[in-house]
């Protein structure tokens, strides 16, 4: 297929903002018009789409129709929280601010909550944060996307967590405003509102909040969000939700809303310990501020895409041909190195091997609720001495390996690593960042600069304070390994304009997604899709009345065990083919994209 240069104009750039852009989804779930040829074009053209993406999430006109994260209101809004936080942080005893979600907002909760417990541990004050991922801690590192449906199981784990708390502030983030686990906790809270202060994080505006009916409750999520909406009115309940444009490949959450995420959380809680423990004040220009040095970490790491496109290129030719991606890290971009590889699976219907992250110093470096999670399975060996023993003897020059870390970091532990990867794999690349002037570790770096097919170093001229500059690496490392990940399935063909057409259907979220998806690609009428999609997933070509009467969590499931779903449906659908015929077209054509797109041509 040839891939040619990508363009976007003024009129791509805003589109999405008009009522008439696919009104019937929330900005979360909208294709992006600046993406729309991402399918075809080249791996330079894939990061400047997806920089243009990114860069959407900072941009401060929104029209009439949405509010943006610079937006007066979304400021006062994180100024409000912000002291919450620190009346908390004032007063801890009794007292905890839990943050929790699912998939992607779950583990930047993990993420978030174990970085500012560490900088509490370092002013010698005790931890306030917790954390909640819905599937618990296996879900940190791997997809469970079941969970996600469960409002009960939410409240339920809140409760748990917060057992004899007499004050919490409790912070919900569902990119979509839609998963029924965080929909469950923020009932749970306004029922106990005496000690219970809901906060909700996502990315779209309250309408737009998912009103499809829960089983066995009496909410929905809009229903929530309404009932919070009235309490913001006495600063009793907290919506933080600015519209961030839609994402590169339509609903994949985990890209601009997981940033979003990242940034909104982090400026809240540096705000909070800054007043604390510095007594500066929580102003909106201290807000803004940190906004901008945010937005300043996206312009650093685009302004290397060259060299992403070099690396998204190498990781897509490995996974073309059917071998890996392995990142090896340090520290916490280690566990963004974790987080992007687990997040494959779901997305893009990958195997867990495709892409995997290692991080230094294993489950002792996370610190996580439930401890060493190895005796799961080969899945959860993720410490560097598992890479060694379980990868490092099958590699080849047809894997990429990245090395991921700081100069902050033990450089002389990453050249040992180094020289052991390079005996297997010439396939070998580095990207770490640098504070200007620090030339601590030149000397190591010129060692892994030799060993390594390619070095991405990324330097930060006039560098913020400490933890700030951290967070910067933090971000540009987690859009380096979105852009690597998301333009390597790009190119193998996972694809379709830029839709995920081989997403896995494993919550209801998903499901509806992808009935959706089949909607939009064969013209065909819902009921007609949602057959085929049951059909697909249930590997018959007639529909019993067991399965026709069965509810979405029974399809769901049964999912789980199932690959290739949608692109199944879709050939069905679009061929009038049965399902045997449309596996073996599948199977002809191992790129699902180019699979699917004789076919719609051919229709
Ligand atoms: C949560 C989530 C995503 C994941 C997938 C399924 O979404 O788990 O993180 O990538 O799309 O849903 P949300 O509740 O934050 O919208």
């Not at 805003?14 to 979360?28: A, I, M, Q, R």
């Not at 929530?224 to 839609?246: C, D, H, Y």
């Not at 901008?292 to 970490?297: S, T």
Request: proline letters at 4%.
């Amino acid at each position: 297929m040839a891939r040619s240069d990508g363009n976007c104009s003024l009129s791509t750039v805003h589109e999405w903002e008009s009522p008439d852009y696919e009104p019937l989804l929330p900005v979360s779930e909208k294709s992006n018009p600046l993406t729309r040829d991402i399918d075809r074009v080249s791996a330079g053209s894939i990061v400047r789409m997806l920089q243009a993406c990114d860069a959407q999430i900072f941009q401060e006109e929104k029209g009439n129709t949405y509010k943006g994260l610079l937006s007066d209101q979304v400021v006062k809004t994180m100024m409000e929280v912000t002291r919450r936080v620190e009346i908390i942080l004032k007063d801890p005893k009794d007292s905890l601010v839990v943050l929790s979600g699912c998939g992607t907002s779950g583990r930047l909760a993990f993420l978030v909550a174990s970085g500012f417990n560490r900088e509490l541990k370092e002013l010698n004050q005790r931890s306030l944060y917790a954390y909640i991922i819905a599937g618990g801690d296996r879900a940190l590192f791997s997809s469970q996307e079941a969970p996600e449906d469960d409002p009960k199981l939410g409240a339920l784990s809140l409760k748990k967590v917060c057992e004899g708390k007499k004050r919490v502030l409790f912070i919900g983030i569902s990119c979509g405003l839609s998963a029924p686990f965080v929909a469950g906790q923020l009932d749970f809270c306004l029922q106990n509102h005496e000690v219970y202060t809901p906060v909700l994080v996502g990315f779209n505006p309250t309408h737009q909040a998912r009103d499809e009916p829960i089983p066995g409750c009496t909410f929905t999520f809009r229903s929530v969000v309404q009932r919070m909406q009235e309490l913001a009115k006495s600063q009793t309940a907290f919506l933080i939700n600015p519209a961030v444009g839609p994402e590169a490949i339509s609903g994949s959450s985990r890209m601009k809303g997981g940033s979003a995420t990242k940034l909104l959380l982090e400026i809240v809680l540096s705000a909070a310990h800054a007043a604390v423990f510095s007594h500066a004040p929580i102003t909106s220009t201290g807000i803004l501020q940190h906004m901008r040095a945010y937005e300043n970490a996206l312009d650093v790491t685009y302004a290397q895409s060259e060299a992403i496109s070099a690396l998204l290129e190498a990781a897509g030719q490995s996974l073309r041909c059917g071998r890996c991606v392995y990142y090896l890290g340090w520290g916490s971009l280690a566990l963004l190195g974790l987080i992007d590889a687990s997040e494959c699976k779901p997305t893009f219907g990958a195997d867990y091997k495709d892409v995997r992250g290692f991080i230094s110093g294993g489950y002792r470096e996370l610190n996580n609720n439930e401890g060493p999670l190895t005796s799961l399975g080969p899945e959860f060996c993720i410490a560097h001495e598992d890479f060694l023993h379980l990868v490092l003897p099958y590699l080849s020059d047809k894997d990429t390996v990245l090395l991921i870390y700081t100069h902050s970091d033990d450089v002389s532990e990453v050249v040992k690593l180094a020289s052991r990867v390079r005996e297997k794999t010439s396939n070998l690349h580095a990207v770490y960042h640098q504070a200007d002037g620090d030339t601590a570790a030149t000397v190591q770096q010129d060692d892994i600069n030799r060993l390594c097919l390619s070095t991405l170093k990324i330097t930060w001229l006039s560098p913020a304070p400490g933890s700030l500059l951290h967070m910067q690496w933090e971000l540009s490392t987690k859009l380096l390994l979105n852009a690597v990940s998301t333009g390597a399935h790009v190119l193998k063909g996972k694809i379709y304009q830029n839709h995920m057409i081989d997403v896995q259907v494993t919550n209801s979220k998903l499901y509806y997604r992808a009935s959706r998806l089949l909607q939009k690609l064969s013209g065909c009428p819902q009921h007609r899709c949602e057959e085929a999609l049951l059909k697909a997933i249930y590997r018959v070509d007639e529909l019993s009345t067991g399965i026709t009467s069965s509810d979405t969590a029974t399809h769901t499931r049964t999912a789980r065990s199932r690959t290739k779903v949608v692109p199944l449906a879709l050939v069905s659908l679009l061929t009038g083919c049965s399902l045997m015929e449309a596996e073996s077209h599948l199977e002809q054509q191992s790129i699902v994209r180019e699979a699917v797109a004789v076919i719609i041509d051919k229709a």
